[in-house]
């Protein structure tokens, strides 16, 4: 998924990757071929991502921290680790959304000016660390939501509270960006 943010004249990219090699990642991490107008590069446990809205709200909050001098980080990718998370403490973030040895599937954020080199570093990274991309990953299944809602340490009550508007998968992201949301008020 490759988006426009107008705001920040910049772009993003969302892709994922099934069954990568954590070794893979592990070894390349130093070595990930950046270009000058790549931003930001993140990688996050699919399990511990929510949705689209929520990757795009925490990526504007990020932004916009950094935008109004009020960030937490001095790097993008932290920034919008630390919204993803909605957590103060790059620790912390790091354990609820970052890839961990037994990560079977990740979701990688390229933040920058030029679409063409976004798309060619998200396909430099699959050749890196292998799997297969996935454009249609799995949202929506109870073992998923039952995953996000201890991630994000949601309620059943909270997530009652959202039945009367929203069903199963988008009341759950709804509560996770407003976790975010609070996030940039405290900022």
């Known amino acids: ?3 426009y943010l107008d705001h920040f004249k910049i772009n993003i990219l969302v892709g ?6 954590y070794a893979k990642l592990e070894h390349t991490m130093n070595e990930i071929p950046f270009r000058e107008d790549i931003d930001s590069c993140q990688f996050l446990d699919s399990r511990s991502v929510a949705g689209i809205e929520h990757l795009l709200f925490s990526a504007v909050n990020a ?9 937490i980080s001095k790097r993008l990718a932290v920034e919008f680790l630390l ?7 790059i620790k912390k973030a790091i354990s609820m959304v970052g890839v961990k040895p037994e990560t079977q599937n990740v979701t990688v954020v390229l933040l920058g000016a030029e679409k063409s080199s976004l798309a060619a570093t998200f396909r430099k ?10 454009d249609n990953p799995e949202m929506s299944n109870k ?3 039952d995953e996000l809602s201890r991630i994000y340490e949601i309620t059943p009550s909270e997530l009652e509270s959202m039945s009367y508007s929203s069903q199963g998968a988008e009341a759950l ?3 996770v960006i407003e976790r975010v949301a609070l996030l940039g008020i405290r900022h």
């Open 1 to 3: 998924m490759l988006m």
């Open 16 to 21: 994922w990757i099934r069954n990568f090699d």
């Open 63 to 71: 932004l916009r921290a950094f935008e109004n001098g009020n960030n």
């Open 83 to 89: 919204f993803v998370s909605g957590q103060r403490q």
């Open 125 to 134: 990274l699959v050749q890196l660390i292998g799997g297969k991309t996935d």
């Open 143 to 145: 073992e998923r939501l």
């Open 173 to 175: 992201e709804k509560l």
